[in-house]
């Protein structure tokens, strides 16, 4: 059983001064004695910017209660990287066995990450990489290929533009690296694939659909022919697709992005929406939790551990179910 305490007062961790703000916790109530738990904990992004996050949180605390081995301390950052590094300080003076992060900044975290790894805690790093000169001080990365997801939509988008056309981009947060990779995979693949396809500009949506909404108002008022827009989410799809609705200049555009939420699988059912990555919460959850009991334990574990992300169009989608999300 799980409960949210203000400050950590379990057994196997130590009561100190808190800066008020700084992190939640949540921690497992287990009947194993203090010294044969796994301790383990993670500092995720920004749990409260849109649902995947959400229900990331909800599948890792399912999946560690069920387990009698193991103590958690599950912390959100806010998107504040400042909060997030505080949180990582205290978790290496707590001397955990593993620690997970999602970072919000993946070139700010690495000094930290480092400390970790200096004071003997393997860092799992989850969903969102950082950056390459932070990878030696790392024991894996758990979570999508997001460069690769970048690379399936622009496969899409190619395909269902028959090779040429004028296409704008809306990527995420700048600066993190998820929505770096994306932009990546998604610039250099329609280069390669689709040459005649022009890609006319490039704005920050910032993982925010109304922002997205914004930014693609933007493009409507500035390109008399936009004929498909990539967003680094469905979150900002959706976006984009309600600017081009409002201005009467859906029918025109094709709409792609990456993370298929369950407002894109539903856009797809109406036809309005051309394709996505299919990539579950839980399942990325889980996956980070696996990877750091092993780490914990000893094991070896993969640098790169990736689980499958999909692509999904209006033609496959019947064979994967809607996301909870």
Known sequence: MFSIDPIPTRRIFSVIPLIAG???IVTGSVNVHAESLIRIGITQNNVGVDSY????ESAFIE????????????????GDVARQIAQMQYLIQQQVDAIIIWPTNGQAVVPVVRQAQEAGIPVVVTNSNIADEGQEYIESFSGPNNILQGEYSAEMMCDQLGGVGQVVQITGQPGYTTSIERQVGFEERLAEVCPDVELIESQAGDWNRERAQQVMNSFLNKYTSIDAVYSGDDNMGLGALNAAKAAGRSQDIKFFGATNFAVGYEAMERGEYHGSVYQSPAEDARNALR????????????????????KITQENMGNFEKPVF
């Open 22 to 24: 700084v992190f939640s």
């Open 53 to 56: 996050q959400t229900t990331y």
């Open 63 to 78: 999946a560690a209660s069920q387990r009698n081995d193991l103590d958690t301390v599950v912390m959100d950052a806010g």
């Open 291 to 310: 990877t750091a009991l092993a780490a914990a334990n000893g094991e070896t574990v993969p640098k790169y551990n990736y689980f499958d992300t999909p």
